[in-house]
């Protein structure tokens, strides 16, 4: 945000911009390294441009819940994979879909029509919004497929931003993201 005093909610207006210059700026050059990272089982490979490659480790509540994978941060990054079971044959869309009509009842995401979605390939789905997060705003990202016919696949990444300026460009960069079967 601009100046001192201002608020640090993120308007409406301010995410379907956001939004509508990652539909209409895929084509700017704006990476920086990529993170990527492949998991065995069920076997895929992630790769998101703009984020910096974490070291990922067990998730922390993986014991108590298997589908919580891994977890990786840095500095204003983070990343976590989640491998739900999912029903026998679900395609990448399919899964993608599940895991949308979920969203809107986890902490801090907003209203569906505040989060935008979109086909990244023929195996990628996003959906992604902006929210406030202790006086600044952190976007986040969750990419969407599936895996080996048995399971979704969620790699949830955010990024803390300190100016709105940041927003877009950093949208612009996840058009590359992709979930590729291993």
């Not at 939004?19 to 920086?32: E, I, K, N, P, Y």
């Not at 819940?65 to 989640?82: E, I, K």
């Not at 990202?141 to 599936?146: I, Q, R, T, V, Y």
Request: proline share 7%; aromatic share 6%; with cysteine.
């Amino acid at each position: 945000m601009h100046g001192a005093g201002r608020s640090t909610r993120v308007s409406r207006d301010t995410a379907r911009y956001c939004c509508a210059v990652l539909v209409l700026g895929a084509s700017l050059s704006c990476r920086a390294d990529d993170f990527v990272y492949e998991v065995a089982s069920p076997k895929f490979k992630v790769t998101i441009p703009g984020v910096p490659q974490l070291k990922m480790e067990i998730h922390p509540k993986h014991a108590s819940q298997p589908h919580l994978r891994y977890l990786g941060a840095d500095g204003d990054f983070t990343v976590s994979v989640f491998t739900p079971v999912a029903a026998a044959g679900m395609t990448p869309l399919e899964c993608a879909a599940a895991t949308v009509r979920t969203l809107a009842a986890r902490p801090g995401v907003p209203p569906a029509e505040d989060v935008y979605k979109a086909r990244l390939n023929g195996t990628t789905f996003i959906a992604a919004y902006t929210a406030p997060f202790g006086g600044t705003v952190q976007l986040h990202a969750h990419l969407l497929s599936a895996a080996g016919g048995t399971h979704c696949v969620e790699v949830h990444t955010t990024r803390t931003m300190l100016m709105e300026e940041e927003i877009a460009p950093w949208l612009n960069v996840l058009q590359k993201a992709s979930i590729e079967p291993g």
